[in-house]
């Protein structure tokens, strides 16, 4: 009997601990970060154009997007840790403003990684590769580029990155109040993972309410 008490504590034991643990594979956001639809769960990616790990992580994050359930949101949102991460973030608006963004997001990645063809810091070079990526005018994209809608998406945007308490990309950021990432989880494919396990966990604490 003592045997076999001892057995399935030691079988509880590991199960709890193949669970991700807060601190470990996943934390909680420093801020908790009010989502566009309550009733659904948002997962964002925050991500940068010129970040390597960002750009490996493309082959396994689209996959797994297109399998959420239709309870979960995906968006990307901009990390904008510094100044010269925020002309990525412009392009990015500028492109979904234009109606380009499906079109040019994966060339844009193709373009800087492995080697870039024009700095990520560089607001010309970016504006003219939409124009002639997008077959737009040079004028409308520059405007765009430079509008308020833009300059005000991005400052929400950075506003997002400090509240999350992410220190980098790609990071992602589940129903508002947890992230988790590669380099938290060990990996891309991990970190989805761990994504899953804290959709699930988003999703009982809003049936709870």
Request: glycine share 6%; charged share 20%; hydrophobic share 40%.
């Amino acid at each position: 009997m003592k045997f076999l008490l001892t057995a399935l504590l030691t079988l509880i034991s590991f199960t709890a601990s193949a669970d991700p643990q807060p601190g470990n594979e996943y934390m909680l956001t420093q801020q908790l970060i009010a989502t566009d639809n309550p009733a659904k769960i948002e997962v964002v990616e925050l991500f940068w154009y010129g970040c390597p790990h960002c750009h490996d992580l493309e082959p396994v994050l689209n996959p797994w997007v297109s399998r959420l359930p239709k309870d979960v949101v995906f968006k990307r949102v901009p990390g904008i840790p510094r100044p010269d991460w925020v002309t990525m973030a412009k392009a990015y608006y500028t492109m979904e403003a234009l109606n380009v963004l499906e079109k040019l997001h994966a060339p844009l990645f193709a373009t800087l990684h492995p080697k870039a063809s024009f700095k990520a810091n560089d607001d010309a070079a970016t504006i003219n590769w939409i124009a002639i990526q997008g077959g737009l005018d040079r004028k409308k994209v520059e405007e765009t580029f430079n509008s308020f809608s833009v300059n005000t998406k991005v400052m929400r945007a950075s506003q997002i990155f400090r509240a999350s308490g992410a220190t980098g990309v790609p990071t992602l950021l589940i129903d508002g109040k947890y992230i988790t990432g590669p380099t938290l989880a060990g990996g891309g494919p991990e970190a989805l993972k761990v994504a899953d396990y804290l959709i699930d966990k988003a999703r009982k604490e809003k049936g709870a309410k």
